[in-house]
C-alpha cells in the first residue's frame, strides 16, 4: 500500500495540539496557584456563602515585608475612581496611573460601598465582605450584556457572580501572607473552563 503522508491541515494541527497540551499540563497548574501552598488553594478561604454555587478560582500569594495594618490601606483606597489597581495600568485601569501611596480621603471603606471597575462606574465592585486588616471580599454581579444585576433576586438566565477576596495573615517578623482567591459562579456553567483557562487565568497572572 502506498504511504500516506500528512495533510497540510494535519500538520497545522499537530504544533497547535502540543501546544495546548503543553499548556494545560505544564503551564496552567502553576499559573492558578502561583506563589501558594497546598493549604492555601485547598483549604477553606473566606466568602464561599456569599456566591451560591460557586467554585473556588485560582489562588495567588505573595509575603510582603511590611504588617497587615500597613498592607490594608492600600486595598481598601483601590478603584478605576480612587487609587486604581496596582498592576498593569493599561490592562486594568484603563490607562490611568495607579497611586504610589496612601490617600488618606479613600481610607473609609464600608460593606456595600462600590469600587469603580471601569471610569464612568457603570461596573463596579461592591464590598461584599470587611473584615479590618484581615478580609476584603469584592463582589460583581452582571448579566451577558455587562449589565450589574442584584444578585439577591432571581438572577438572570445568563450571568456572571464572583468574589474577589485578598486575605491577609500576620507573620513573624513584621510582615504578611497575602492570598489573593475567590469564588465564581457563571451561567451556563459549560462556559466557565473555556473562559478561565483561555482568557481570565493568564489575563489574572500577568496582572
Known amino acids: 500500500m ?29 499559573l492558578v496557584r502561583w506563589g501558594a501552598s497546598d493549604w492555601e488553594v485547598h483549604g477553606p478561604y473566606p466568602g464561599a456563602e456569599l456566591i451560591p454555587g460557586g467554585e473556588r478560582s ?31 495600568d493599561r490592562l486594568d485601569n484603563w490607562g490611568h496611573t495607579s497611586a504610589n501611596g496612601i490617600h488618606p480621603e479613600w481610607q473609609t471603606l464600608s460593606v456595600g460601598d462600590r469600587l469603580a471597575a471601569t471610569p464612568n462606574a457603570s461596573q463596579s465592585w461592591e464590598v461584599a465582605a470587611l473584615e479590618p486588616e484581615r478580609f476584603l471580599g469584592l463582589r460583581m454581579s452582571l448579566d451577558f450584556q455587562g449589565r450589574p444585576f442584584d444578585p439577591r433576586r432571581t438572577p438572570p438566565r445568563y450571568y456572571t457572580d464572583s468574589l474577589w477576596g485578598f486575605l491577609l495573615d500576620e507573620l513573624p517578623g513584621h510582615r504578611t501572607r ?3 482567591s475567590g469564588y465564581w459562579s457563571l451561567h451556563p456553567t459549560w462556559l466557565r473552563p473555556v473562559l478561565s483557562a483561555g482568557l481570565l487565568e493568564p489575563w489574572h497572572w500577568i496582572m
Open 178 to 180: 497575602l492570598v489573593v
Open 2 to 30: 502506498p504511504r500516506r503522508t500528512p495533510t497540510s491541515a494535519t500538520r497545522r494541527f499537530i504544533p497547535v495540539l502540543v501546544l495546548v497540551v503543553g499548556y494545560a499540563l505544564a503551564v496552567r497548574p502553576r
Open 58 to 88: 485560582a489562588t495567588m500569594a505573595v509575603i510582603i515585608d511590611a504588617e497587615p495594618s500597613r498592607v490594608w490601606p492600600w486595598l481598601v483606597q483601590m478603584g478605576a475612581d480612587r487609587a486604581g489597581w496596582y498592576s498593569w
